[in-house]
């Protein structure tokens, strides 16, 4: 059974950083899996904020994050990050990791995602 746990989340003010893991459990290696991470804000839908491919070439950001939030993965520790700096307001959200095996090029739509994690609250405000 596939399971992610996502962590990092937290309260921050407007301009400050935080780093989101999404570690994985359950005797699979996420380097054979595509990885988004998503998030959804109260009263929204959930929305796609960046991808990366199981080899790493390929990576996407949502165009509300590009040059704030960067992901990347750490096989040895089973781990993707997504780094998120100039933190705005209107970022705060639960922010989720979704993971599917191969590998193709990601995209930014949650059917493309077989595993979910549980999510983690992110809270930006002064």
């Known amino acids: 059974q596939v399971q992610l746990v996502e962590s990092g989340g937290g309260l921050v003010q407007p301009g400050g950083s935080l780093r989101l893991s999404c570690a994985a459990s359950g005797g699979f290696s996420l380097d054979s899996y595509a990885i988004g991470w998503f998030r959804q804000a109260p009263g929204k839908e959930r929305e796609g904020v960046s991808c990366i491919s199981s080899s790493d070439a390929f990576i996407r950001y949502a165009d509300s994050v590009k040059g704030r939030f960067t992901i990347s993965r750490d096989n040895p520790k089973n781990t993707v990050y997504l780094q998120m700096n100039s933190l705005k307001p209107e970022d705060t959200a639960v922010y989720y990791c979704?993971?599917?095996?191969?590998?193709?090029?990601?995209?930014?739509?949650?059917?493309?995602?077989?595993?979910w994690g549980q999510g983690t609250q992110v809270t930006v405000s002064s």
């Open positions: 979704a993971a599917y095996y191969g590998q193709s090029s990601p995209g930014l739509k949650l059917y493309e995602y077989d595993y």
